[in-house]
């Protein structure tokens, strides 16, 4: 059964930092694409990252490159997004995604990275 939870998130001041994992089950997550989302309150989900299994390159959003960092973290069977310098903006659902369809570079010119299983959220809220 494919499986991805997200933990991690909570309340943290701007200017602070936020460690998200996604465990994983079902699948080899180096085999395969991985993204992270987020869907801040009454706007559209945002792709913020995807990381190839073909050549372990991760892509990230404008909105989050230079502070936001994915891992896989292969101990703990987690991928998981380091966040810092956290802005209210960075306010949101975060998600993480695979796509089992590819088992090399993300569909970055497709929507939501062509993802098809997804978690179920962690809310990360960012205020003082």
């Known amino acids: 059964q494919v499986q991805l939870v997200e933990s991690g998130g909570g309340l943290v001041q701007p200017g602070g930092s936020l460690t998200l994992s996604c465990a994983v089950s079902?699948?080899?997550?180096?085999?395969?694409?991985m993204g992270w989302f987020r869907q801040a309150p009454g706007k559209e989900r945002e792709a913020i990252s995807c990381?190839?299994?073909?050549?372990?390159?991760?892509f990230y959003s404008e909105s989050v490159r230079g502070r936001f960092t994915v891992s896989r973290e292969y101990a703990k069977n987690t991928v998981d997004l380091q966040m810092k310098s956290l802005k209210p903006d960075d306010t949101a659902v975060y998600y993480c995604?695979?796509?089992?369809?590819?088992?090399?570079?993300?569909?970055?010119?497709?929507?939501?990275?062509?993802?098809?299983?997804w978690g179920k959220g962690t809310l990360v809220t960012v205020s003082s």
């Open positions: 995604a695979v796509d089992l369809s590819a088992d090399g570079e993300c569909k970055l010119n497709t929507a939501n990275y062509g993802m098809d299983y």
């Open positions: 990381s190839s299994s073909s050549d372990n390159i991760t």
């Open positions: 079902g699948f080899t997550p180096d085999f395969h694409p």
